[in-house]
């Protein structure tokens, strides 16, 4: 479309004069040095009274301006032919070379504004044919001859501000390329017929700059050689009504189609300023700052094609249905701050159907405006109005939306509604069901102050867009709140909700299926449930900073830590700043695998869990600044540190150790991220003190590599260790249990006796058992069970020979027996028949065959000196295997029986 165009060409040239032209202002930070980067040397600011010769000699661009040059011989340009820029600009130079362009014939923008060049002539300029911008702005110019007539290629002249009498810059047709010429802030008091006469066979001119030019008089045709001109600026140039009135009737047959006349003191706006231009296409015209308090009637009526009309920052009082008679094609109105109310002044008013000529426009701009009431029908007519901006505004009528505040917009095809800072307190039911084509409502920073159940936004069928931010925290949720915005994809309520506006069941997000962005923060709520995002699966940007979430995701929260992102999967952006966190589950952020933008920062988070990050694979930027963290491990940041494109980390209490910050100072050092800010000063160490507040650059990683052997060794030591200690545990508690089941496997296999046939054939009884009386009970419960086909043994009082002196029958039986069997207790060695005859006879008898015949059984803990004292006998006398001991333990009675077996199988015969 032309008319957008149009507007855009014409609003950015103006633009960019206001930002780059003669009263712009540079700061520089001092430097020392020139820099050099991809053939451009920055060498200003430098105090240099001439070019440095020491920079590379191919360069493209130089920049030597605010320096103390007073001259730019070409000798000293020789170095660096290949120059296509150069910047002299704020010097104190007094002539331009004619052999500059010879020596730099690549040269294409010359910058010698703020200089002192007092005269220009032909040969300065001669060679210059490659030439397209030369600034000559705040010199002291005296023209000679036709300076520029070698000048081919120029687009772009600046001659401003070099008290210029006249607007005559040569007398022959030159300058055939030439698009902007800016003569602004020259004491030009008339335009003559010939004065553009150089500009006469160019047909480019674009735009011309008059800036602060107060003319007085006109010659007829004075703009007829630049016929071509389609941008006059003339901001500033207090010329008065009837020069303007002049200006617009020379334009007249000219292709100007953007007037510029800002800070033109026009009070006034008669029906005949703008006559002169009934013959003209200007599409774009710009009446701001100009202090404007009234319109007359039919004042635009004579440009039927202009589509754009600043009025901004004027003083207008009163807008009628004729203010905007004529402009059929306006397109754009632009009236912030047009309409205000002062201490002297009463408020402005706008008459019903003053907007009803606009059948064409499209934006409405009534931005800072402050007017007494809106009607039923003050937007009347306004049938292709697709934006309104009544932001910062003073209506009262906006303080209570109704379903009449806008119905005078019921026939516009409305799109955007910006109300921001309308002082709206409350919104009725159905007060926006007139707007069903719009899609983006701003309602920021106001006062409003109600819970909202839904019909609020009722007939926004097509909506996309809700900003409600900054609300001073006074708005509720209800679980209908957006049930009428079912297509709603961002939504902001930053610092707009009470802190308990979203403990709802259902979520009040619960209908936005299509929702990709949520801004929550600012609010400071501290409760959330894990239901909250169900169902936002196409959420992709969520701002949760400056809350109060510390509990939220804490390991001993009630129910455990509220895992709420769960749902959303495809989140992209994660801000999660100041909210009290010191910990993160380890299932909190799983599944995010499109996330590029994380930031925590300004928690209190330290340590993380190693598998905290190991979804977040597509992470780009990671911002972590000014937790608790001291230490950076592989195990927890490898992953999210694997893709980055920038990096803040800094301001974290960091560990210099080699087991906390050996990995991260190597990454550092050799990483492929973007951008670190911040590096060296803020990433710095709080411990140890030998590394106290030092960069962590400064880190020496070559003292942790004699750490390998050692940490070899710390394994290998800590592992025996540790088994040993398991190992000695494990016997003392245990050992009997695997001593009992070893037994049983060796014994299965290779039975329980190593004696030999012949050497069990001799005997009559596997055992002679010798006990006291008092322990008869325990033999016969615990001993004669174990002759069950397994063994077989001879008790004193069972077993006598009939007919034998029991005397007799005693020496027999012990000579009929393999093994004796002593049970030992307190009472066998007080017991006078077992210690004066029995076990004396046994003894002398038996162990002087073999030691191995004697297996002692101890149901008490005996000493071994009354052992030997009673029965002349000691442990260290015997097998191990050949002294057992009575369990406590009901469990270790089967291991006993399976070691008495044992010991009976044991064979008598001495191994040689």
């Not at 207090?238 to 002049?246: E, S, Y």
């Not at 949720?477 to 079912?486: A, I, K």
């Not at 002087?848 to 442990?875: C, G, I, M, P, T």
Request: hydrophobic share 40%.
């Amino acid at each position: 479309m032309p008319a957008p165009h149009s507007f855009r060409t014409a609003a950015l040239i103006i633009t960019c004069y206001i930002l780059m032209g003669p009263g712009c202002s540079v700061s520089c930070q001092k430097k020392t040095s020139c820099s050099v980067q991809d053939g451009r040397a920055d060498c200003s600011h430098l105090s240099l009274s001439a070019v440095p010769q020491d920079l590379p000699r191919n360069l493209n661009s130089l920049d030597v301006s605010h320096n103390r040059l007073r001259g730019i011989p070409p000798e000293s340009l020789t170095r660096y032919p290949g120059l296509v820029h150069l910047d002299v600009s704020h010097n104190s130079i007094t002539k331009l070379h004619g052999g500059l362009c010879e020596t730099l014939n690549l040269l294409q923008t010359l910058d010698m504004g703020h200089n002192q060049v007092l005269t220009l002539q032909m040969d300065d300029l001669i060679h210059c044919t490659n030439l397209t911008h030369l600034i000559l702005a705040s010199n002291k110019l005296r023209l000679r001859g036709e300076p520029f007539s070698a000048l081919e290629s120029l687009k772009f002249l600046d001659v401003s501000k070099n008290s210029l009498q006249s607007a005559k810059l040569g007398s022959q047709s030159q300058l055939p390329n030439l698009v902007n010429l800016s003569l602004a802030f020259n004491p030009i008091k008339s335009l003559k017929k010939d004065d553009f006469t150089l500009l006469s066979n160019s047909t480019s001119l674009q735009v011309l700059n008059l800036t602060s030019v107060s003319l007085k008089t006109l010659d007829r045709g004075c703009f007829q050689p630049i016929s071509s001109l389609r941008t006059l600026i003339l901001d500033q140039s207090n010329t008065g009504t009837l020069v303007i009135a002049k200006v617009c009737s020379e334009l007249s047959g000219t292709a100007i189609s953007a007037l510029s006349l800002r800070y033109m003191k026009l009070v006034t706006l008669t029906n005949t300023t703008f006559s002169g231009l009934k013959k003209t296409n200007v599409t774009f015209l710009d009446l701001s700052h100009n202090a404007m308090g009234k319109i007359e009637k039919g004042s635009f009526q004579w440009l039927p094609r202009l589509e754009t009309l600043s009025l901004m920052d004027n003083n207008i009082k009163h807008v009628t249905k004729d203010t905007f008679q004529g402009l059929k094609s306006l397109k754009w109105l632009l009236l912030t701050r047009a309409l205000v109310k002062s201490r002297s002044s009463s408020t402005p008013i706008i008459d019903d159907f003053s907007f009803q000529p606009l059948s064409a426009l499209e934006s409405l701009i009534l931005q800072g405006t402050s007017v007494q009431n809106i009607t039923e029908h003050t937007f009347k007519g306004l049938t292709n109005l697709k934006e309104l901006d009544l932001s910062c505004s003073s209506y009262a009528s906006l303080n209570f939306i109704t379903n009449k505040t806008f119905a005078s917009l019921a026939g516009s095809p409305l799109r955007m509604l910006n109300l921001t800072k309308a002082a709206i307190r409350q919104i009725n039911p159905g007060s926006f069901s007139v707007f069903i084509d719009l899609t983006i409502l701003y309602l920021e920073s106001n006062f409003i102050r109600q819970t909202l159940y839904g019909k609020e936004f009722e007939g926004l069928g097509q909506l996309q867009e809700i900003h409600m931010s900054f609300n001073n925290q006074q708005i509720n949720l209800s679980s209908t709140s957006f049930v009428y915005v079912p297509d709603l994809r961002v939504l902001t309520l930053a610092k707009g909700l009470i802190a308990t506006a979203l403990d709802r069941e259902p979520s009040p997000f619960s209908p936005l299926t299509r929702l990709t962005v949520l801004d929550l923060s600012h609010n400071n709520i501290a409760n959330i449930k894990e239901s909250m995002l169900t169902g936002l699966v196409n959420l992709k940007v969520l701002k949760l900073q400056h809350n109060n979430l510390a509990r939220v995701w804490k390991s001993a929260n009630l129910g455990g830590p509220v895992l709420f992102l769960k749902d959303t999967l495809k989140l992209t952006t994660l801000l999660l700043d100041s909210n009290g966190l010191d910990e993160i589950p380890a299932d909190a952020l799983r599944g995010l695998k499109d996330l590029q933008v994380m930031s925590l920062a300004s928690n209190l988070l330290n340590p993380l869990k190693e598998s905290v990050f190991n979804d977040l694979q597509s992470l780009k930027v990671v911002i972590l600044p000014k937790n608790l963290i001291t230490t950076v491990r592989p195990e927890v940041f490898k992953v999210p540190l694997s893709n980055l494109s920038l990096l803040i980390m800094g301001k974290n209490p960091f560990d210099c150790t080699c087991e906390s910050m050996l990995w991260f100072a190597s990454w550092l050092n050799t990483t492929n991220v973007t951008y670190v800010p911040g590096l060296r000063e803020q990433y710095t160490c709080n411990t140890p003190l030998t590394y106290f507040n030092r960069s962590v650059l400064d880190f020496d990683a070559l003292s942790c590599k004699d750490m390998t052997p050692f940490q070899a060794l710390y394994i290998i030591s800590s592992t025996a260790v540790i088994t040993l200690i398991v190992t000695a545990l494990t016997v003392r508690f245990h050992g009997w249990r695997i001593k009992f089941y070893c037994n049983i496997v060796i014994n299965r296999t290779l039975g329980f006796s190593d004696a030999s046939a012949e050497e069990g054939r001799e005997y009559e009884y596997d055992a002679y058992i010798i006990h006291a009386a008092e322990d008869t009970a325990w033999v016969e419960k615990r001993m004669v069970p174990l002759e069950n086909g397994r063994c077989k043994f001879c008790f004193e009082d069972r077993d006598s020979v009939p007919g034998m002196s029991q005397l007799g029958s005693i020496v027999n039986n012990m000579r009929s027996s393999r093994k004796i069997l002593f049970v030992v207790t307190e009472s066998l060695l007080r017991d006078p028949w077992c210690r004066r005859f029995t076990a004396h006879q046994a003894l002398h008898q038996v162990i002087e065959a073999s030691r191995d015949s004697v297996v002692l059984v101890f149901l008490q803990d005996v000493h071994d000196y009354k052992l030997s004292r009673s029965l002349f006998l000691r442990r260290g006398m015997l097998r191990p295997c050949c002294v057992l001991h009575w369990p406590v333990h009901k469990e270790r009675v089967q291991a006993f029986h399976q070691k008495l077996l044992i010991a009976l199988g044991m064979t008598n015969r001495l191994q040689e």
